[in-house]
């Protein structure tokens, strides 16, 4: 478990705002959720890929439990602008503070990464950076520029933040054609203040809305952790409420306490359940669906996005 103040690997606490707060129940993890050690030679390979380029992935960041088996496919998540996010969700390991100034060279470094690593898929996110003016939109568009400048055949997902109070930032994203945008709801929208405070259910619902608007052939995606008090009738309104902005993709996955300032893990939902999700996500019209306790927004992205990809395909009239 990552320790709030962890001023031993880092000079400055992780989580200033969540210090004070009284320790949440730490429940034991279920029998199925087992995941393997990052041991192998692939994983060091990609560390030090990583290093090299001077870059943070949110793998390491998030604490994600599927860094193990990704790494050693050498499969990382390149997180820009920074190690450190202007918000501070519930749910998140991500260092929380005032962040520093822009990196002029992320971009290429991404792209010099992505090439080394040999990805034909990429997946690109950040940081939350409300303290820009464009909430570092520009930048995620030099970052796709890069990749497909140095990396031509490699197809590019980011996982956008919500860019609230950004106006014109969403569309300069879009403008630089990503093959899939993501932006994740993250949980149902009786969660949100206490989860993800500083969002807005509907606005993100909005946002994924208009990307389809300006740009109708570009794959969407969307991703919630469930175990975080929501009900199950919740779920399935989120599920409507992005079918309504015509989402393509969603995940489905459980939330696990980073430490234990962070939120309660407040239920194991069961491997059972999770297939009940995903058969109930397919019939509600979603191209590609992904549902199991370990489902993260960008694991197997590669893989599934040629299934993405073959689905629509599949669906199109002849
Ligand atoms: S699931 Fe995503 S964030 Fe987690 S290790 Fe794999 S690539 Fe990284």
Redesign the pocket.
């Known amino acids: 478990m990552v320790v709030v103040l962890d001023t031993v690997r880092h000079p400055r606490p992780r989580h200033p705002e969540k210090a004070h707060r009284p320790d949440a129940p730490v429940h034991k993890k279920p029998d199925w959720i087992r995941v393997k050690a990052p041991v192998s030679r692939g994983f060091a390979e990609t560390a030090q890929i990583v290093r090299a380029n001077g870059l943070h992935?949110?793998?390491e960041e998030?604490g994600?439990p599927?860094?193990g088996?990704?790494?050693e496919k050498k499969?990382?998540?390149f997180m820009i602008m920074g190690d450190t996010c202007t918000r501070a969700c519930a749910f998140c390991n991500v260092r929380t503070g005032l962040p520093g100034a822009l990196d002029a060279l992320e971009p290429q470094n991404v792209a010099e990464a992505t090439a080394k690593l040999g990805l034909t898929h990429i997946?690109v996110t950040s940081v939350d950076r409300d303290d820009l003016d464009d909430g570092g939109a520009d930048h995620f568009a030099q970052t796709i520029r890069a990749i497909r400048a140095r990396c031509p055949e490699t197809t590019i997902e980011v996982l956008t933040p919500d860019f609230l109070r950004k106006d014109g930032a969403l569309e300069k994203v879009v403008a630089a054609r990503p093959d899939v945008f993501n932006h994740n709801l993250e949980t149902v929208a009786s969660r949100y203040l206490t989860v993800r405070p500083g969002a807005r259910y509907f606005h993100s619902i909005r946002l994924l809305q208009r990307v389809k608007e300006i740009d109708s052939g570009m794959f969407t995606k969307s991703g919630i952790m469930v175990g975080l008090g929501e009900e199950r009738n919740e779920i399935l309104q989120l599920m409507d409420d992005l079918r309504s902005a015509d989402v393509d993709f969603l995940t489905i996955g459980q939330y696990l306490q980073p430490t234990r300032k962070h939120h309660e893990v407040v239920r194991y939902v069961t491997p059972d359940e999770f297939k009940a999700y995903e058969s109930m996500a397919y019939a509600k019209g979603f191209l590609m669906v992904s549902s199991s306790p370990l489902t993260?927004?960008?694991?197997h992205?590669g893989d599934d996005f040629a299934k993405l990809r073959a689905a629509r395909e599949t669906r199109r009239p002849r």
């Open positions: 992935t949110v793998c998030a994600c599927n860094i088996e990704c790494w499969h990382a998540t997946v993260r927004s960008s694991h992205a």
